[in-house]
C-alpha cells in the first residue's frame, strides 16, 4: 500500500519531505579538486586504520 502512495508525491512539492541540496554543495559534489582532496583524506585515514591494525 505504501508503493501507491509514493508514486504520486512528486520532488520539490511540500510533501516531500528530503532535504534538496543548495547551490554550494552541488558545487561540491561536482567540483574535481574538492573530490580529489576528499579522496585523499579518506585514503589517508583508511591507512590509519589499517596501520593500527596490523
Not at 5 to 20: G, L, V, W
Not at 27 to 34: A, K, S
Amino acid at each position: 500500500m505504501a508503493l501507491k502512495d509514493e508514486k504520486h508525491i512528486k520532488a520539490y512539492s511540500q510533501n516531500f519531505t528530503t532535504m534538496t541540496p543548495g547551490s554550494f554543495q552541488k558545487w561540491l559534489r561536482t567540483c574535481v579538486i574538492f573530490q580529489f582532496i576528499r579522496f585523499l583524506i579518506i585514503n589517508i585515514k583508511m591507512l590509519v586504520v589499517v596501520s593500527k591494525s596490523h
